[in-house]
């Protein structure tokens, strides 16, 4: 091709046919020009589209964490809820000097559990290093970041910070020193009943942590919110066509 028009713009100086010959090199120039932004756009659909299928194939498997996520969440309330309950069940015996019982011993097994959110982070890592922008929608790029950044977070830091301290240091020195473990049944017992219904700072550690498991439980129920919403947003982004 470039012999051909070398060939007519050789031609055309040699006939001495000088404005015909600038008016093609003109046009010549043109259609490189047009070639040029031809494939220069060729190539930026092809890196958009290459972009579009990495995002997409990141939302999917971000859509599939965040609803893992979102089970591990449900099963923390119910558990929170579980271990609100054995609490009160266990204060109301101490208080009330009821007999200890089958139930009851369940219950005082349940004295020294709580929870942990499961936040798998591995494909927003992932997204961070590839950069944060691979997101094409605003809303939901920043959907993204408040969940993983701010929620995920502030969960974290009241589990670590908040209830696993109050677990560590108050509760379970005070079960070790009044509760025998059964570790094969799960259930509990005091080693002195009687001691330990005149135990004000066994009880009152027990009303503490009913309050710290209401709490977890609030903050439990607004996680689930969230991810609900952002697993509801990925879906609809997925959904788009392209």
């Known amino acids: 091709m470039i012999k051909f028009f070398r060939h007519i713009r050789q ?8 404005k015909k010959y600038l008016l093609y090199a003109v046009g010549e120039i043109i259609l490189v020009v047009i070639g040029i932004l031809i494939a220069l756009q060729i190539n930026n659909w092809n890196e958009l589209n290459k972009n579009q299928k990495e995002e997409l194939k990141l939302l999917e498997e971000m859509h599939r964490n965040l609803t893992t996520d979102f089970e591990d969440c449900l099963w923390n309330i119910n558990q ?9 069940e266990v204060l109301f015996h101490l208080e009330q000097k009821t007999s200890l ?3 009851l011993k369940h219950h005082y097994g349940n004295l020294i559990y709580s929870t942990t959110q499961r936040r798998n982070m591995a494909t927003y890592d992932h997204l961070k290093s590839r950069g944060i922008n691979l997101i094409s929608d605003d809303s939901l790029r920043t959907h993204i970041t408040q969940v993983y950044s701010e ?3 502030f969960i974290e830091k009241m589990e670590l910070e908040y209830d696993n301290p109050y677990q560590l240091q108050t509760l379970i020195p005070l079960i070790n020193k009044n509760i025998v473990i059964n570790t094969n049944t799960s259930t509990a017992e005091p080693f002195d009943v009687q001691r330990l219904y005149v135990d004000h700072e066994f009880k009152g550690a027990l009303r503490m942590n009913i309050k710290i498991r209401e709490k977890m439980m609030r903050h439990y129920f607004s996680l689930k919110n ?4 952002l697993i509801i947003h990925i879906q609809s982004e997925i959904e788009q066509p392209n």
């Open 11 to 18: 031609s055309m100086i040699n006939q001495n046919r000088t």
């Open 80 to 88: 929170q809820k579980q271990l609100k309950a054995s609490n009160q």
């Open 101 to 103: 019982t089958d139930s």
């Open 151 to 153: 929620r995920y977070y």
């Open 226 to 229: 969230d991810l609900e919403d």
